[in-house]
């Protein structure tokens, strides 16, 4: 029998990683928009797999706020979510567990710059 994850076959998954050279990279992908009509920011949030290999299932993601406020969520690769927040959060990240086995970790963190702050 199969493992099932929430995404597909664990299995397959990790015979594909563990007996090749492919590699598991997701890299996270925010775009802000600033004084949007409702107020605060909207920020746009994906994440795609840009390795070989891609594990079955959502990715996690947390917002870290200035207040020290953590708000977690899942994604789907490759889908595109709108966050709506009164301010903008001092980071983002991708898989805040550290649970991938992710070949370049540097593409999993943002954070705003000053092109991305109210004015």
């Given at each position: 029998?199969?493992?099932?994850?929430?995404?597909?076959?664990?299995?397959?998954?990790?015979n594909?990683?563990?007996r090749?050279?492919?590699s598991?990279?997701y890299?996270l992908?925010?775009?802000v928009?600033v004084?949007?009509?409702?107020?605060?920011?909207a920020?746009?949030?994906s994440?795609?797999s840009?390795?070989?290999?891609t594990?079955p299932?959502?990715v996690?993601?947390?917002?870290?706020?200035?207040?020290?406020?953590?708000?977690?969520?899942?994604?789907?690769?490759?889908e595109?979510?709108?966050?709506?927040?009164?301010?903008l959060p001092?980071?983002?990240?991708?898989?805040p567990?550290?649970?991938?086995a992710?070949?370049?970790?540097?593409?999993?963190t943002w954070?705003?710059?000053?092109?991305?702050?109210?004015h």
């Open positions: 029998m199969a493992l099932q994850g929430v995404g597909g076959n664990l299995s397959t998954f990790f594909t990683w563990i090749s050279n492919r598991l990279d890299e992908n925010v775009d928009a004084a949007v009509p409702e107020g605060g920011v920020l746009s949030v994440v795609r840009i390795g070989a290999v594990e299932g959502d996690d993601i947390a917002f870290t706020f200035p207040s020290g406020d953590s708000i977690r969520d899942a994604l789907p690769l490759g595109v979510r709108v966050y709506h927040f009164d301010g001092n980071e983002v990240r991708l898989d567990d550290l649970w991938l992710d070949s370049n970790p540097s593409n999993n954070r705003p710059t000053k092109t991305d702050q109210p």
